[in-house]
């Protein structure tokens, strides 16, 4: 029964941590190197991320432009 708010390691992941995978996964899915397989796991890994640091920061739209662009189909 993994906590969902621990990584693979076990340690609580701060909001900087959070940020700065968002970017990493942007950085990885702009750059088109990856299969759609792992784009799709990239991207639920993302709104993960996004939706804890919404909550977190409790701010609506203080984290909306970290949203990566052309991965929603909402």
Known sequence: NMDPES???GDKLTIGDRMDRLEAIAETLE???VDLETAKELRTEADEHLSTLRS???VDGQVGELELEG???E
């Open 7 to 9: 990584n693979a390691s």
């Open 31 to 33: 750059a088109g190197n």
């Open 56 to 58: 977190e920061l409790d």
């Open 71 to 73: 991965t929603h189909e």
